[in-house]
T-cell receptor, first 114, second 112 residues
Framework: KAGVTQTPRYLIKTRGQQVTLSCSPI?????VSWYQQTPGQGLQFLFE???????NKGNFPGRFSGRQFSNSRSEMNVSTLELGDSALYLC?????????????FGSGTQLSVL | DAKTTQPNSMESNEEEPVHLPCNHS???????IHWYRQLPSQGPEYVIH???SNVNNRMASLAIAEDRKSSTLILHRATLRDAAVYYC?????????????FGSGTRLSIRP
């Protein structure tokens, strides 16, 4: 069974640009959640999508948005990039049916904003 | 979500058992205790979880105190591949499935 796939693996952008990150969940998983990881703040929850609907949202500005397609694949968009957006962005997938199910994480997209 | 407290770092020798502690004094009756670990250059991976009783799986064991205010993740025989950051997390069964509040975790180093 293929794992969670995130593309691209590395990305370099400049301030003010926008970026789109992609996540393909494990086959059969309907929930995709996104996390930002930085050395200073650690792992922080961004949002979760389940069956194409945002089910939960963390404390991030509106520049961070996402969507989920009918095949459960998800994209995350960050507009008007700031230097502080440099981070590892991780996506996780799960069946989405219960709190105690396992989350399966991808290897992440390393975003550098110059 | 209730908060957990873990040591910043620990060191152990290869092929010896490792006990990773976690304090969660404000745990509620509906909180499950989960452990994830993050190896270098990878996303976190699930290790184990439990509610009240001790739990075992192929990766590790979870020992939960009787009052549930603390727990210990036990790696029975550490290998170099177990070097990672270990996160102890509380997840309320009534909250969103995927919203996990990660703490700073314990960075485990293994000496050959």
């Amino acid at each position: 069974k293929a794992g969670v796939t995130q593309t691209p693996r590395y990305l370099i952008k400049t301030r003010g640009q926008q970026v789109t990150l992609s996540c393909s969940p494990i086959s059969g998983h309907r929930s995709v959640s996104w996390y930002q990881q930085t050395p200073g703040q650690g792992l922080q929850f961004l949002f979760e999508y389940f069956s194409e609907t945002q089910r939960n949202k963390g404390n991030f500005p509106g520049r961070f948005s996402g969507r989920q397609f009918s095949n459960s694949r998800s994209e995350m968009n960050v507009s008007t990039l700031e230097l502080g957006d440099s981070a590892l962005y991780l996506c996780a997938s799960s069946l989405g049916t219960g709190t105690n199910e396992k989350l399966f994480f991808g290897s992440g997209t390393q975003l550098s904003v110059l | 979500d209730a908060k957990t407290t873990q040591p910043n770092s620990m060191e152990s020798n290869e092929e010896e058992p490792v006990h990773l502690p976690c304090n969660h004094s404000t745990i509620s009756g509906t909180d499950y205790i989960h452990w994830y670990r993050q190896l270098p250059s990878q996303g976190p991976e699930y290790v184990i979880h439990g509610l009240t009783s001790n739990v075992n799986n192929r990766m590790a064991s979870l020992a939960i105190a009787e009052d549930r205010k603390s727990s210990t993740l036990i790696l029975h025989r550490a290998t170099l591949r177990d070097a990672a950051v270990y996160y102890c997390i509380l997840r309320d069964w009534s909250s969103s499935a995927s919203k996990i509040i990660f703490g700073s975790g314990t960075r485990l180093s293994i000496r050959p």
